[in-house]
């Protein structure tokens, strides 16, 4: 799953095939597309040893080159409030939970404002509470306009997603509403 990940988002290309994005070949296009994509992997990419505010912020002087202090502020604001992290932005990141900690992980990604996220099993460890809210949290930032593609083994709240690929010895075995899965299997 996270091999499929990688090709989708272009970290790690496909060697037979083809993918599309409206269209429009990725690859021969991914300098173009990756401006427009988020990828955040199973594991955390956020230094531990900082306060979350200033983990973002050195993400975003890598992710916004050309933003402006305020800018930058502005950036990570919005971030820190889109994943509900504001209240700990000036923890240490290793001071926070699981979950906490692949919020932020999803705040770095969120700065450049990705309209094509990549998740890589964003509920992991976490608790069924979390998990649970995880799923609720990424379904209000697709509801902001994003399409978010995520591997995940939880299907417990798994109805958060307008479409779900059900994969079966490296095979697409179900592709559709997730409401219209129970039947077709």
């Not at 705040?107 to 996220?117: G, H, I, K």
Request: hydrophobic fraction near 40%; proline fraction near 5%.
């Amino acid at each position: 799953k996270s091999t499929l990940m990688k090709a989708l988002n272009g970290y790690e290309p496909a060697t037979k095939g083809q993918l599309l994005i409206d269209g429009q070949d990725l690859y021969s296009r991914l300098d173009m597309y990756r401006t427009e994509m988020g990828y955040v992997p199973q594991d955390d990419i956020i230094h531990r040893e900082l306060p979350v505010r200033l983990a973002l912020w050195y993400a975003a002087k890598l992710r916004l080159p050309d933003a402006s202090n305020r800018e930058i502020d502005k950036a990570i604001d919005d971030a820190l409030s889109a994943v509900e992290m504001t209240e700990h932005q000036n923890k240490q990141v290793k001071k926070l939970s699981g979950g906490q900690r692949k919020r932020v992980s999803i705040a770095s990604e969120l700065l450049a404002q990705p309209t094509l996220f990549f998740l890589d099993e964003p509920t992991s460890g976490l608790d069924p509470g979390l998990e649970k809210k995880m799923m609720y949290d990424l379904k209000r930032l697709a509801d902001q306009g994003r399409t978010i593609v995520l591997v995940t083994h939880a299907t417990t709240n798994i109805e958060q997603c307008d479409y779900v690929a059900f994969m079966a010895y490296g095979r697409l075995a179900y592709y559709g509403p997730p409401k219209e899965a129970p039947a077709f299997f």
